[in-house]
């Protein structure tokens, strides 16, 4: 049993406060469950003149098809590089990653962009659209970078923003659109190529309350009706509680781990001390 107070979220004026009630047993959640990725003691180094950072060093994880993990911990503490490795945006200094049981390590440039192109979607905290692009564009662009046909990937891309109630802005540009409709396009986006993982960094962060509620309840249809497996950097109190598991971060290293329904999340208000 561990209390573990958490810093202060963004826009809410909160700290949410878990109290967890068992040890988190990963060959009892591991049972009846398929592994989509698997980390082996990776770690990532970054030399800062003659210092080096050890942004992660030596995480062990393994993700399971259809489960929604939510990432938290301090700034700093390797979650954006932990996601990088998951989604090959970059490769460890040691240790492998394993996407459905395929060695990240061993691919070639090509491989890897198919890989991250099919199986891997990617929503970021700052949208990452293009910007010359229209809504539809963007969402088309992975399915033909896919190799998919243009007339194809117009009727996929407007099912999507339908999906996300944006397909009368299909249209738009994002400088046309608000953050949320903007992340809702990014979100359309990442499912182009019916990803078997969704990463999301910090996908509320840039975002309303309001608006942030509407991401969230997204990304839970998403997981709870199209089972797509989701791992999500947040510190959103909505993510958090609808979340599988909860993983936290200290130091480039995995902290502790539990399940949702093993936490008592508690919401406190903001004391003085909190903003020091
Ligand atoms: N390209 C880089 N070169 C040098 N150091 C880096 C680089 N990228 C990240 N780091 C360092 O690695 C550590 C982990 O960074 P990372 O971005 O993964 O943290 P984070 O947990 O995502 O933080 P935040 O919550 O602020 O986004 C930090 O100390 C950071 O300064
Ligand atoms: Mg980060």
């Not at 590089?81 to 492998?96: E, K, V, Y």
């Not at 990240?104 to 192109?117: G, W, Y």
């Not at 993510?239 to 508690?266: C, F, P, Q, Y």
Request: net charge negative.
């Amino acid at each position: 049993m561990g209390r573990l107070p958490y810093g202060a979220h963004g826009s809410d004026a909160y700290r949410i406060i878990q109290t967890i009630f068992m040890e988190f047993n990963e060959t009892s959640y591991a049972e009846n469950k398929e592994v989509v990725v698997s980390i082996h003691e990776i770690q990532r180094l970054y030399s800062r003149g003659t210092e080096t950072v050890r942004a992660l060093d030596g995480v062990d994880l393994n993700l399971y098809r259809g489960e929604y993990a939510c990432v938290m911990g301090p700034s700093g503490s390797g979650k954006t590089t932990l996601f990088n490795m998951i989604g090959g945006l970059d490769s460890p200094t040691a240790g492998r990653v394993f996407i459905d049981g395929v060695d990240m390590a061993q691919l070639n440039a090509k491989e890897l962009a198919f890989l991250r192109c099919r199986k891997i979607g990617y929503v970021f905290q700052q949208f990452n659209l293009n910007t010359t692009m229209t809504a539809l564009e963007n969402v088309m662009l992975p399915m033909i970078f896919a190799g998919m046909h243009p007339d194809n990937a117009r009727v996929r891309g407007m099912a999507l923003l339908s999906k996300v109630q944006l397909e009368e802005r299909w249209r738009h540009r994002p400088k046309e659109m608000s953050g949320g409709q903007m992340q809702r396009v990014a979100i359309a986006r990442s499912l182009a190529n019916n990803p078997a993982l969704l990463l999301c960094d910090e996908p509320t962060g840039n975002l309303d309350l309001k608006t942030g509620k509407e991401i969230h309840n997204l990304l839970y249809d998403l997981n709870k009706n199209d089972k797509v497996t989701i791992i999500c950097n947040t510190h959103d109190h909505n993510m958090l509680s609808v979340s599988d598991r909860m993983i936290w971060m200290t130091d480039g290293k995995i902290d502790r781990i539990a399940l949702t329904a093993d936490v008592h999340i508690e919401k406190a208000s903001l004391g003085e001390e909190d903003y020091e």
